[in-house]
């Protein structure tokens, strides 16, 4: 397996990824955007014959005035995950904790980041278990309601090393 950086190219087949494995789906944009705006933190998994078969994408965030943030997030550099697959068939391999690493480390030390956030469906315990016991993120709240079905999510948080 290859890990590279992602590119805008590989959207299609991201994209592809994303509408077979997560109820979740964005416009070919928002994709665009965070490709073109962070190009150091989102990444693929690609096969021995080049096909995507898992990706990471993430975004930074520095919102020092969002009312929604807590005291310890406004005014600090943060990512994001927004949205992390791996195709079913090449799960349990560890790509999405490589994936997720990478993005991290990228995070930390190309824009500071304090910390990495992400929502993870209450329900989806082998994700909770990569993203607690595997990488060390904790859960900061519940979020109720949170996606389009009704279905809770557990907002995560790792610190990351300053």
Do not use: C
Request: no cysteine.
């Amino acid at each position: 397996m290859n890990i590279r950086l992602a590119k805008p190219e590989d959207l299609p087949s991201i994209q592809a990824t994303n509408l077979q494995n997560l109820p979740e789906n964005y416009l070919m944009k928002f994709w665009m955007y965070h490709i073109l705006s962070w190009p150091q933190i989102s990444f693929v998994a690609e096969d021995p014959k080049g096909r995507i078969v898992g990706y990471v994408l993430a975004k930074i965030d520095d919102d020092a005035t969002d009312e929604s943030k807590t005291d310890l997030e406004n005014g600090k550099v943060y990512g994001h995950v927004n949205s992390i697959s791996v195709l079913r068939s090449y799960r349990r391999l560890g790509l999405a904790r490589k994936l997720m690493i990478l993005s991290q480390e990228a995070m930390s030390t190309i824009y500071k980041a304090s910390f990495v956030s992400l929502h993870v469906r209450k329900s989806n315990k082998p994700a909770i278990a990569l993203y607690r016991d595997s990488l060390g993120f904790r859960v900061a709240k519940v979020e109720h309601k949170y996606y389009g079905d009704g279905e809770d999510a557990l907002s995560m948080r790792l610190d990351l090393p300053t």
